[in-house]
């Protein structure tokens, strides 16, 4: 199975060669970009160069791209405004929809596959006001997408709007044929579990967010170190149409630096293939 690990934990540092040399290091195959403008800027022709550059000299791969969730000049997490396709003010939607186009041209420079896509902000209400806004914005947004040769996988998120069930029915009625799905395991699990939430998104999801929680936050703790039953996930995931990547989307623990984490993903990373091919 496909090895990636998001750059989301890192996103409180500005990315750099030495950051994706430690993953490399750990038998990585490639990369998930975070987009937060303190941690990478996708506007910077210069900090795309360099990015070029770190990625050939450590054979790590673009796997997919993190679309931006808040607007750029914030720093990390804890960055600017929030902003969604799904808002209904017009023009905070164009810029929002704006942000996303911005970052998808980083694939004129350094191709990736899949664009990552929060519906909202994770507090609108499942309601036809954010539905036809978030329509509108993906009308477009699809067909940008689609000449720079990228997929936009909608994530599950936490809240109405974008639940596994509430999205397969979006995808359905919209018949944006060319829109597919994320599966992320710990929303899941935080929601109505994994195998209920997996059920909706099967036959369109393409890629993955793997992480763990103990049921009450969302945590991003490494796998087996919450309380998700990981070989029910391996299970749930191997039952789609393709075989999935496994896409690592940690946190960094306020105590410990990231090389702890990297050694402990690595390991993770083994038992759930492991777990993969079980019969």
Known sequence: MQRIL??????GLQLNKEILAAVAQKGIDGIELFS???HFNYRSPEQIRELTDWLG???LRLHSVHAPIDRIGGHGRDGGAPISIAEPDKL????AVDEMKWSMELAESIPFRYLVMHMGT??????????DAAFNSLEYLVIFAKQRGIT?????????????MALAEFLRQTRLHDLRLC??????????GVDTAFDPMRQLVVTTHIHDNRGEHDDHLVPFEGEIDWEAVMRVLRSAPIELPLVLELKEPDHEGGSGVLDRAAGAFERLEK???AP
Do not use: K, M
Request: net charge negative; hydrophobic share 35%; no cysteine.
């Open 152 to 164: 936009i996988a909608l994530e599950n998120t936490p809240g109405e709007l974008a639940a596994p």
């Open 92 to 95: 905070r939607r164009i810029e």
């Open 275 to 277: 777990l993969a091919t």
């Open 183 to 192: 599966f992320d395991v710990g929303h899941a699990h935080l929601g109505e």
């Open 36 to 38: 937060a403008s303190g």
């Open 6 to 11: 998001s750059t989301y934990l890192f996103s």
């Open 122 to 131: 994770g507090r609108e209400p499942l309601d036809e006001r954010h539905q």
């Open 57 to 59: 000299s450590t054979h």
